[in-house]
């Protein structure tokens, strides 16, 4: 079964510091994506930014961006320039691509990030 | 973008009443739903998948006859909690798969708070 593992159960940064969270999982897959969803105090799950694991490339959304480790099985979130409204809980999700028996998400237990001002 | 409607934001309900959450996908149809449950400061436990027109699957310590879940049609699924007690006092949220957004990340409902007394 994949498990997803985020090691940081809290985080803080400086506004407009650069903070990096952590994440690994365990799959015997090939392909597969990688997800970091945002869950602010609304509690309204968004999704930053997803990996297909079949792209080299590290996929990057303004000021979020991930440093995927495919041989590590690692997948990193850096949050740039961090804003007040960043400050929420941070999940990390693993998902089968299509035609896959398993469409579920496994979610890692989340870090929360607090930002100071 | 893609949106799920879910509804109540919140529910007080008395011990030994049935309570329905309900979750629509506005602007596409929902092949799947998922229903979450999700204690304070915890991640987001699978309680089952529904998909349209069939039976949903439970999640292993999931009871079936509590937690009911109905996906009658592309756009629409329930969750009843019945004979609820306030051990069953939770945030309760959805996410729906677009069929035609299959690598893309789930859309989520914006949760259901619910408070047995």
């Known amino acids: 079964a994949q498990t997803v593992t985020q090691s940081q159960p809290e985080m803080s940064v400086q506004e407009a510091e650069t903070v990096t969270l952590s994440c690994t999982y365990d799959t015997s897959e090939s ?5 970091w969803y945002k869950q602010p105090p609304s509690r309204q799950m968004i999704l930053v930014i997803r990996q297909e694991a079949y792209k080299q490339q590290n996929a990057t959304e303004n000021r979020f961006s991930v440093n995927f480790q ?48 | ?13 008395k011990s030994g009443t049935s309570v329905k959450i309900e979750c629509r996908s506005l602007d596409f149809q929902a092949t799947t739903m998922f229903w ?3 204690f304070p400061k915890q991640s987001l436990m699978l309680m089952a998948t529904s998909n349209e027109g069939s039976k949903a699957t439970y999640e ?4 079936k006859d509590k ?20 051990e069953d006092s939770s945030f309760y949220i959805c996410s729906a798969r677009d069929r035609r957004r299959s690598g893309d990340g789930y859309t989520f409902g914006s949760g259901t708070r619910l408070t047995v007394v």
């Not at chain 1, 590590?72 to 035609?99: E, N, V």
């Not at chain 2, 973008?1 to 309900?13: E, F, N, R, T």
């Not at chain 2, 109905?70 to 969750?79: D, V």
């Open chain 1, 31 to 35: 392909d597969y994506y990688l997800f």
């Open chain 1, 70 to 117: 495919k041989a590590a099985k690692s997948f990193s979130l850096k949050i740039s320039d961090s804003q007040l409204g960043d400050a929420a809980m941070y999940f990390c999700a693993y998902r089968t691509p299509p035609g896959g028996s398993n469409y579920k998400l496994t979610f890692g237990k989340g870090t929360l990030l607090t930002v100071n001002p």
């Open chain 2, 1 to 13: 973008g893609a949106v799920v409607s879910q509804h109540p934001s919140w529910v007080i309900c």
């Open chain 2, 36 to 38: 979450y449950r999700q």
């Open chain 2, 60 to 63: 292993q310590g999931v009871e």
């Open chain 2, 67 to 86: 937690f009911l879940i109905n996906h009658a049609s592309l756009t629409l699924s329930t969750l009843t909690v019945t004979s609820a007690h306030p």
